[in-house]
């Protein structure tokens, strides 16, 4: 997902308010004399909170469920697709011959405050009942903020971060149901929508646990020829969220399984999907690797390359799978360094040679190839550097000083200092 402002890089950890009881919640109590997690075998496993969509459905042709599981939840459907929704023709024309109504409404871009105002004054003009939202992170998420505000009373500045007054949601949302047709941002199972906010060169959260959709709706058949670029970004964005979310000091025991299953998985898959686009395995992998890390990111947070991602991707028009990309190598050394001189027992060293050994498939090589393997992953899929959006030596300071106080920053596995912020950074250009 695109992540934007100081907080729309994180997108779990929230309280969970009453309008969130539909979904699944699993809550661990920590005792009040534990070690931490992973120290040695006295260690107390800590206490977790567990979230996602209340329904996943995944596999090869789950898209011709749509229907079926529209109607049970609403007749009167509002779409929300990508720029050009008639993309998704074979979708509309079964919807269009099940419910009693269908409103389209299409997402150009990275979705604006201004843009999801409309959507959702639209969508109480057409009464709808029910919203679906089929595309990239950038349509599930506009879709997912248009069934918030078209429910809720005032403007999104009562309920925005950051720039608006973060109020909670009054009123649950219409029931959603988001369809990824790419393998990258997981946001058919976050709690959370990013909004640009242009005239203030932000990116800011929308979010609420009640806005975790009612049905995950994941067919991996739909990403079948997605144009390389695409494919790249957004599964070097699905691998930094696994890899982040894994290293994390939030992590817990049910967002590791995930994670020990992703890493290698989309590591394995992307090279892949890249040499045959129609490589319905390898598009599985992905699909399923993407999945697996929205519900770790929305559950154990994120680290510094997404603190990162939200100041850039607020100054300069840079997607944000490319700037994950592009970081991913670069602060996995700085974390490495840090924690080899100022924590060299912390348990997040040898988690960092878990996720080598997984990306590599060799179960000998050092932590140190974390960083060296994802590096040259970036460059084999042609991934540029962040210069090539506009960002230089001249942006680090004011970049780094945004990031540090970015809330995905609090995931990070240790507090890396202002000069090592710099010189990962520096090395991305």
């Known amino acids: 997902m695109p992540a934007g402002d100081v907080n729309a ?7 969970f308010p009453a309008t969130a009881a539909a979904a699944p919640v699993v809550a661990v109590k920590r005792p009040a004399a534990e070690q931490v997690a992973g120290a040695g075998p006295a260690a107390v496993t800590p206490r977790f909170e567990f979230a996602t969509a209340q ?4 596999g090869e042709g789950a898209a011709g469920e749509l229907p079926a599981l529209v109607s049970g939840l609403g007749r009167r459907v509002f779409f929300v697709g990508g720029s050009d929704p008639r993309r ?23 979705p604006t405050v201004a843009l999801v105002e409309e959507g959702a004054r639209q969508a109480r003009a ?5 919203v679906v939202a089929v595309g990239g992170g950038s349509a599930i998420d506009a879709g997912k903020a248009i069934a918030a505000l ?4 005032g403007q999104a500045l009562d309920y925005l971060e950051i720039v608006g007054r973060a109020q909670p949601l009054a009123v649950p949302p219409l029931p959603f149901i988001a369809v990824p047709t790419t393998a990258g941002t997981g946001a058919e199972v976050t709690r959370n929508a990013v909004l640009a906010v242009p005239g203030a060169r932000l990116k800011v959260s929308l979010r609420s646990a009640a806005m975790l959709p009612r049905v995950a709706l994941v067919d991996p058949a739909l990403a079948l020829g997605l144009p390389a670029a695409a494919t790249a970004a957004t599964g070097m964005d699905a691998l930094t969220q696994l890899v982040e979310a894994y290293l994390s000091c939030r992590a817990n025991p049910m967002t590791d399984a995930l994670c020990r299953d992703g890493i290698g998985r989309v590591g394995r ?16 992998d992905l699909a399923l690797g993407a999945l697996y890390s929205g519900i770790a990111l929305a559950n154990a947070g994120l680290g510094a390359v997404h603190g990162f991602a939200a100041p850039i991707g607020g100054l300069f028009p840079a997607p944000h799978g490319a700037v994950c990309a592009a970081l991913l190598a670069p602060v996995l050394g700085a974390n490495l360094a840090a924690l080899r001189a100022r924590a060299p ?14 990306l590599t498939g060799d179960a000998a090589v050092e932590a140190d190839e974390a960083a060296r393997f994802c590096a040259a992953l970036s460059r084999s899929l042609a991934i540029p550097s962040l210069g090539a959006w506009g960002v230089s030596s001249g942006d680090v300071s004011v970049i780094v000083e945004k990031a540090a106080a970015a809330s995905s920053m609090k995931g990070n596995p240790l ?4 000069a090592e912020l710099a010189a990962a950074l520096e090395a991305a250009l």
Do not use: K
């Open 9 to 15: 890089g994180e997108r779990g950890g929230a309280p």
């Open 55 to 58: 329904r996943i459905v995944f």
């Open 88 to 110: 998704q023709g074979g979708l509309l024309a079964a919807l269009a011959a099940t419910v009693d109504a269908l409103e389209v409404f299409a997402v150009s871009g990275e």
């Open 126 to 130: 057409a009464r709808a009942t029910v």
């Open 150 to 153: 078209a429910a809720n009373p």
């Open 269 to 284: 898959a992307l090279p892949q999907a890249l040499a045959q686009p129609q490589n319905l395995a390898a598009r599985s």
């Open 345 to 358: 027992r912390h348990p997040a060293l040898a988690r960092i040679g878990e996720v080598a050994r997984w």
């Open 415 to 418: 507090v890396l200092t202002s």
